[in-house]
Antibody, heavy 121, light 110 residues
Framework: EVQLVESGGGLVQPGGSLRLSCAASGFTFRTYAMSWVRQAPGKGLEWVSGISVSDGSTYYADSVKGRFTISTDNSKNTLDLRMSSLTAEDTAVYYC??????????????WGQGTLVTVSS | QSVLTQPPSASGTPGQRVTISCSGSNSNIGNNAVNWYRQVPGTAPKLLIYTNNQRPSGVPDRFSGSKSGTSASLAVSGLQSEDEADYHCASWDDSLNNWVFGGGTKLTVL
């Protein structure tokens, strides 16, 4: 059974930094792409960043480019998101999601339970 | 402002058929598959429909998806009280080079 467990969320001051982690199990981690998707309070889903675990290619939403860094530790099957220069607009529940590819397209087939990041003084 | 456009709310009575629309552009829905996620408030999203019209195992056939041009739809037939949730559409955007989502539609069973 696929399991994705996020950790690292919490309260951080504006301008501060935080590191989120996602522990993955139940699948061959290095053969999938992974993403972080966030949801601000009362809002819809927003894709933040993605990584191809096999070749390390990374992708970022314009809203976080230059401030967030996505990475993986294939030896520990973990996905990380390093966040810096945080603002109130980054306040959200952050989900890690596993991406599955089929010939007809790709999609997020598994999601973690989420971790809440609150940016406030 | 979400790149994909969904109505903020939809409703129906038990047994009815309800559809939720998702409108995009040539760079996303027009050129890529659409996926739908169901989210009960306070919980994580869950895959409902993938690549336009495929259901993961365990999803009842009351749920169906379709796509035409730059728009997609999710249909829920035989509406049940447990269908109350938020429904999100998503697609890859070739111009932005990232995933885009709709703002989500809150489905209420009256």
């Amino acid at each position: 059974e696929v399991q994705l467990v996020e950790s690292g969320g919490g309260l951080v001051q504006p301008g501060g930094s935080l590191r989120l982690s996602c522990a993955a199990s139940g699948f061959t981690f290095r053969t999938y792409a992974m993403s972080w998707v966030r949801q601000a309070p009362g809002k819809g889903l927003e894709w933040v960043s993605g990584i191809s675990v096999s070749d390390g290619s990374t992708y970022y939403a314009d809203s976080v480019k230059g401030r967030f860094t996505i990475s993986t530790d294939n030896s520990k099957n973990t996905l990380d998101l390093r966040m810096s220069s945080l603002t109130a607009e980054d306040t959200a529940v952050y989900y890690c999601a596993k991406e599955r590819y089929e010939s007809s397209g790709f999609y997020f087939d598994s999601w973690g339970q989420g971790t809440l990041v609150t940016v406030s003084s | 402002q979400s790149v994909l456009t969904q109505p903020p709310s939809a409703s129906g009575t038990p047994g009815q058929r309800v559809t939720i629309s998702c409108s995009g552009s040539n760079s996303n829905i027009g050129n890529n598959a659409v996926n739908w996620y169901r989210q009960v408030p306070g919980t994580a999203p869950k895959l409902l429909i993938y690549t336009n019209n495929q259901r993961p195992s365990g999803v009842p056939d009351r749920f169906s998806g379709s796509k035409s041009g730059t728009s997609a739809s999710l249909a829920v037939s035989g509406l049940q009280s447990e269908d109350e949730a938020d429904y999100h559409c998503a697609s890859w955007d070739d111009s932005l080079n990232n995933w885009v989502f709709g703002g989500g539609t809150k489905l209420t069973v009256l």
